[in-house]
Nanobody, 116 residues
């Protein structure tokens, strides 16, 4: 088990940027796959981005070219840099770990609101 705590959400204007952080309660060195999901009320959670322990990344088509996921194993932290934000990016963003390819541990989420 690992506890995940997200931070960095908030209100931003369209076209703006935010960086989300996910701090883990223990070393993430041996956690092969981590990622970010998001959820809009009334809709299913969707995967936004994932990153392997070797740094291989994958993104949802809707965020490619705008979002960047990274991880710092020394700090037990995963990041999501979000640029050129759009109103449709408004959601609660969750940090997750994967176990055998399936979502495992989830954070409590951080709200991102993109609005003028």
């Amino acid at each position: 088990q690992v506890q995940l705590v997200e931070s960095g959400g908030g209100l931003v204007q369209p076209g703006g940027s935010l960086r989300l952080s996910c701090a883990a309660s223990r070393s993430i060195f041996n956690i092969n796959l981590m990622g970010w999901h998001r959820q809009v009320p009334g809709r299913q959670r969707e995967s936004v981005a994932t990153i392997t322990s070797s740094g291989r990344t994958n993104y949802a088509d809707s965020v490619k070219g705008r979002f960047t996921i990274s991880r710092d194993n020394a700090k037990n932290t995963v990041y999501l840099q979000m640029n050129s934000l759009k109103p449709e990016d408004t959601a609660v963003y969750y940090c997750i770990t994967y176990n055998l390819g399936l979502p495992g541990n989830w954070g409590q989420g951080t709200q991102v609101t993109v609005s003028s």
